[in-house]
């Protein structure tokens, strides 16, 4: 019973581990898409500025992502903010 | 320790130890592809270092071309720099698949082995020899390597005290956990730095969201913005070229006497013949090369770019603080020790991981799995890459496919280590480690009886012979710990 409670225990570790990298890899990856997205369409700069610009900020959506993901109480909470934002910051990018 | 650290310490020990197995392989490549170019002179020792005046290198450069690259519209001169000798000269059709040989001194090409040379470790190093795939593998470790970082610094948030504090003495744990934080502390702006700025490079790779916006996909959009191109059409008509002397010469009115170090010409032989020449970036921080663009018939300036976007410049900026061609011989030193000292402190954080696991008596096929990887990701690398140096010395100089072999080498190398290391369990490190510094201390030899010996390789035989001290010094911590 102790084994079965323990193996129990642990799987349910491993799959809270399991969705809190989903949750930093696809919503840090969604996150820094629609970031850039709505960056392009907003700032008033040429082409080849935005590019460099955008390019210098790639490391930091996915860091934040991945950090909160792990700080965050559950990966669903996480999931949600992550993805509302990245939505957010979609929209934002397609209003222009 | 606080609230974030709590939540993080899983991300910091299990993140930090499993991506250590190619982070610290990274990290050591890196620290060597520093010195790229003096290692790529080491692995040729064909090659000598007798000065060449710049104009003196494009008269030799030209004449070989002519001789051997009459009918290929491309040709390429690298004139010798302080870091690499030899004139280099390539021709083709193809700007990646041109024919290349380096002149000697009287401007006889020079019969070189096939090596990767140096460029073997950056190419490690930036993709794992893995291509596209590679550099996004490379991109996601120094991900985690960013949140291991930050996390790290929530952890042992003590900095100041962590940083005046080692005891060498204390039980093993505990010294290694000293070792990891003060050399972590230490070097914090430098793993700061270099992650960032590694990440920032690939990221092109594996976040094209500003390519798709902004140039419908095209990769070669951005710089093409970026990077004034001044060419024409062949005019189908053949016409004499200028010197390349005297392009050189015009080349450094511009940028100044010794600045030029590459010479390009396009439709060589043709009326609309262009000559273009690079200036060195190894005296500033952008790693922009300012370049001019002649008639190579008439030698009129055609164009000239000595500015940048701002933009560009601060990007370049950062790739520049990343493969640090600026600052000399000093800036490439502190590189080099800062480099192995943050595989240093992966490895001592993986050593901290591990013991933890054996004092909890916790020896299965997992712990061993752990063991193995941990190992071989340290000491195994080290065997790996005297093993890639070891045998551009013993593999016969006309060998087909040679510089597959090298590379072969170093993957044999590093297979074995992990090999033993799954084997023997946490033995393995020192005698690995062992085995590295005597190899490392025989290094000098092997170059001494096989050709080498100038000033440049005897600096790199000297390196060697440090660096295997201090690893011969560093496995008394592992015999006490076998004990």
């Not at chain 1, 629609?34 to 392009?40: E, K, R, T, V």
């Not at chain 2, 094209?208 to 008509?237: I, M, N, W």
């Not at chain 2, 770019?305 to 490439?332: C, D, E, I, K």
Request: charged share 15%; with cysteine.
């Amino acid at each position: 019973m102790n084994a079965n409670s323990s193996s129990g225990t642990g799987r349910a570790a491993w799959r809270a581990i399991s969705s809190r990298i989903l949750v930093a890899a696809v919503g840090g990856y969604a996150l820094c898409w629609s970031l850039f997205l709505a960056l392009c369409a907003w700032l008033p700069y040429e082409k080849v500025t935005l590019w460099y610009l955008t390019g210098q900020l790639a490391p930091l959506p996915f860091l934040f992502s991945l950090l909160a993901a792990f700080a965050a109480r559950s990966a669903g909470r996480m999931a949600a903010w992550i993805f509302g934002l990245a939505g957010l910051f979609y929209l934002l990018g397609r209003l222009a | 320790m606080n609230a974030l650290g709590k939540a993080w310490l899983g991300l910091h020990a299990w993140g930090g130890m499993l991506f250590s197995w190619l982070l610290v392989p990274i990290f050591v490549a890196g620290s060597l592809a520093v010195f790229e170019p003096e290692i790529g002179h080491w692995m040729r020792p064909e090659i000598d270092v007798a000065p060449i005046a710049p104009s003196l290198a494009a008269d030799l450069a030209e004449r070989r071309l002519h001789e051997v690259g009459e009918a290929a519209p491309l040709w390429r001169v690298r004139l010798p720099t302080p870091r690499e000798a030899g004139v280099g000269v390539s021709w083709g059709a193809q700007p990646r698949q041109l024919t290349e040989e380096v002149l000697a001194a009287d401007g006889r090409p020079v019969p070189l082995r096939a090596t990767h040379g140096g460029h073997f470790f950056t190419d490690f190093h930036a993709e794992l020899m893995l291509g596209k795939s590679g550099r996004w593998i490379v991109g996601v470790i120094g991900i985690v390597m960013l949140a291991a970082i930050v996390s790290g610094i929530f952890i042992h948030h003590r900095i100041l005290r962590d940083f005046f504090t080692f005891r060498p003495r204390a039980n093993r744990r505990r010294a290694w956990l000293d070792a990891h934080n003060l050399i972590g502390v230490a070097t914090l702006p430098f793993l700061l730095l270099i992650t960032y700025s590694g990440v920032m490079i690939l990221a092109d790779t594996f976040m094209p969201a500003a390519t798709q916006a902004l140039y419908d996909g095209k990769p070669g959009g951005p710089r093409a913005d970026a990077v004034k191109a001044f060419s024409r059409k062949a005019s189908g008509e053949p016409a004499a070229m200028l010197p390349l002397r005297e392009h050189l010469a015009a080349a450094e009115r511009i940028f100044g006497p010794g600045k030029v170090t590459s010479l390009t010409v396009r439709l060589a032989g043709d009326r609309h013949a262009l000559v273009q020449a690079h200036r060195t970036v190894d005296d500033r921080l952008g790693a922009v090369a300012d370049h001019v663009t002649f008639d190579a018939v008439t030698g009129a300036l055609l164009g000239q770019q000595l500015s940048w976007n701002p933009m560009t410049y601060a990007y370049r900026a950062q790739v520049g603080l990343h493969v640090a061609h600026f600052g000399g011989p000093v800036v490439r030193w502190v590189y080099f020790v800062s480099g192995l000292l943050g595989a240093a402190m992966m490895a001592a954080g993986t050593l901290v991981f591990l013991r933890k696991r054996r004092q909890r008596h916790d020896t299965g096929a997992v712990s061993r799995v752990l063991e193995g990887c941990g190992c071989a990701s340290v000491a195994g690398i080290l065997l790996a890459c005297l093993a890639y140096l070891g045998s551009n010395r013993l593999l016969p100089a006309g060998l087909p496919s040679r510089d597959a072999w090298e590379v072969a080498a170093f993957f044999a190398a590093w297979v074995l280590a992990l090999g033993h290391a799954l084997w023997r369990g946490f033995p393995a490190w020192r005698g690995q480690l062992l085995l590295a510094g005597w190899l490392a201390l025989l290094l000098p030899v092997l170059d001494l009886t096989t050709g080498g010996g100038d000033a440049w390789r005897l600096a790199l035989d000297a390196t060697a012979v440090v660096c295997g001290g201090l690893l011969l010094a560093a496995t008394r911590f592992f015999r006490k710990e076998s004990s």
